[in-house]
């Protein structure tokens, strides 16, 4: 088992920043960023595996960067240039396998709890 432990949402304006980091209690061989807004399904927003080896959903390209810093075995997503449509509750998820393609993580085994990301225009 693995735990995750997501921290760094809040509420934001327009354009502005936030960083999510997430806490594995071990490291996990692919970790990723999900998403979901209220009435929406579950979208992926980015992943990363042990090459390193990124991935983004093409909303997200060039505004947010995931990366894993190795000594503290955190996973990041770094989130510029934020837009009221990014608003959701951001969850962290892994696996111990190559980063499934699939949007909705279906395929990922673990979950955090999720922390909420509120862009006001």
């Known amino acids: 088992q693995v735990r995750l432990v997501e921290s760094g949402g809040g509420s934001v304006q327009a354009g502005g920043s936030l960083r999510l980091s997430c806490l594995p209690s071990?490291?996990?061989?692919?970790m990723g960023w999900f998403r979901q807004a209220p009435g929406k399904e579950r979208e992926a927003v980015a992943s990363?595996?042990?090459?390193?080896?990124?991935k983004y959903a093409e909303s997200v390209r060039g505004r947010f960067t995931i990366s894993k810093d190795i000594i503290k075995n955190t996973l990041y997503l770094q989130m510029n240039s934020l837009k009221s449509e990014d608003t959701a509750a951001y969850y962290c998820?892994?696996?111990?396998?190559?980063?499934?393609?699939?949007?909705?993580?279906?395929?990922?085994?673990?979950w955090g709890q999720g922390t909420q990301v509120t862009v006001s225009s």
């Open positions: 998820a892994a696996v111990d396998a190559i980063c499934p393609s699939d949007q909705m993580g279906v395929h990922y085994r673990y």
């Open positions: 071990r490291d996990v061989y692919c």
């Open positions: 990363i595996d042990g090459i390193p080896s990124t």
